[in-house]
């Protein structure tokens, strides 16, 4: 669904209050990525972008995602994890199973404060095919890279394609945005605004103009353990 620019800012502001706290950065030895927390019928993981993954050495932990206040510090080594990706160059994803982020934090005496994407909001295959092929409003939310180096919570509002089975954000988007999930709309059974997760970020490809490749959330979802 193509929104007017009015109900895309709209959308994009809750976005920022609904799930803000799902996102989180990574620094990687490619460059900057984002991931965020989905709630699965299998369990919480942590997905970002295969080629993400592949380079990531830590999370960044925004104070407003841990609490108590002040005891997490500023990032996780990836390292100190046991825990490993669950990498599908595929669609170009990766996954991490969160058991071992919240055993971490306990051990250090702090915990997660997240909101995690719902499931239930994932795209679906009717909700791809009702887009036909014409643009619909993808509002991407990531920590991009500040002039200082920060990573401020950031939304970009984009337009989104079918490129095959998957979808295409027709734009170049700022570092750090690789990895970050993208929601649109579409209206439900009763006509009311309906949110979808429509996928995960992808690094833009070789072809210039063409923007970044999105893998939809139904196909990771398919691809994640099952319950």
């Given at each position: 669904?193509?929104?007017e620019?009015?109900a895309e800012n709209?959308?994009?502001s809750?976005l920022?209050q609904l799930l803000?706290?799902a996102i989180?950065?990574?620094?990687a ?5 984002t991931?965020?927390?989905l709630s699965h ?7 970002t ?6 380079q ?32 599908d160059?595929?669609?170009?994803v ?9 055993g971490?934090?306990a051990?250090?005496g702090?915990?997660w404060?997240?909101q ?5 909001i994932?795209?679906?295959?009717d909700d791809l095919a009702?887009?036909g092929?014409?643009?619909v409003?993808a509002?991407?939310?990531?920590l991009?890279?500040?002039?200082d180096g920060g990573?401020?919570?950031?939304v970009?509002?984009?337009?989104a394609v079918?490129?095959?089975d ?7 988007l ?13 209206p ?8 979808r997760c429509?996928?995960i ?15 939809t959330?139904?196909r ?5 353990p099952?319950?």
């Open positions: 669904m193509l929104l620019p009015d709209e959308v994009a809750e920022c803000g706290r989180l950065p990574v620094h030895a490619g460059g900057p990525g991931a965020f927390f019928p299998g369990g919480e993981f942590l997905l972008a295969e080629g993400v993954a592949a990531a050495q830590r999370l960044g932990l925004r104070p407003s995602i841990t609490e108590p206040a002040g005891v997490a510090g500023e990032s996780l080594a990836l390292a100190d994890l046991p825990a490993q990706w669950i990498r160059a595929r669609l170009g990766a996954a991490l199973p969160t058991g071992e982020l919240h971490f934090a051990g250090q702090w915990r404060r997240v995690p994407v719902p499931a239930t994932a795209v679906r295959a009702g887009f092929v014409g643009p409003t509002i991407v939310l990531a991009g890279v500040g002039v990573r401020p919570l950031e970009a509002v984009e337009r079918r490129d095959g998957s979808l295409r954000i027709d734009a170049a700022p570092a750090g945005y690789v990895g970050a999930p993208v929601f649109g709309v579409r439900d059974d009763v006509g009311e605004i309906s949110l429509l996928g970020v992808l690094p833009a490809g070789d072809e210039a103009g063409r923007g970044h490749p999105v893998t959330l139904d990771v979802l398919a691809a994640l099952a319950p």
